[in-house]
């Protein structure tokens, strides 16, 4: 009933930065939560970013500071906007949503494909 497109990934240089997207689409009645994920290989994934309740952000401590979680409700779209990458932050990224439809009483957990980034030395 619910997909989760990611996009935004590549390849870039140690430094530089990306802004990955992920737009939720179908049988939506509302998202109580959009977050941030990441695998790389031979790695559990890890939680990248995700908003609290409370109004702040829990970041890894390994890109605080340099990833910052946005998210457009009118779009179902949320963002990652990645600066100063390093090498270490080459994985999959995964966007995660607790997302709630016509045929479900309880909110679900929807996954995006994952984009792949890749940053070079």
């Known amino acids: 009933q619910v997909q989760l497109v990611e996009s935004g990934g590549g390849l870039v240089q140690a430094g530089g930065s990306l802004r990955l997207s992920c737009a939720a689409s179908?049988?939506?009645?509302?998202?109580?939560?959009m977050q941030w994920y990441r695998q790389a290989p031979g790695k559990q994934r890890e939680l990248v970013a995700a908003?609290?309740?409370?109004?702040?952000?829990n970041y890894a401590d390994s890109v605080k500071g340099r990833f910052t979680i946005s998210r457009d409700n009118a779009k179902n779209t949320v963002y990652l906007q990645m600066i100063s990458l390093k090498p270490e932050d080459t994985a999959v990224y995964y966007c995660?949503?607790?997302?709630?439809?016509?045929?479900?009483?309880?909110?679900?957990?929807?996954w995006g494909q994952g984009t792949q980034v890749t940053v070079s030395a």
């Open positions: 179908g049988s939506i009645f509302s998202i109580n939560g």
């Open positions: 995660n949503a607790q997302v709630k439809t016509r045929s479900w009483s309880s909110p679900r957990d929807y």
């Open positions: 908003p609290t309740t409370g109004g702040s952000t």
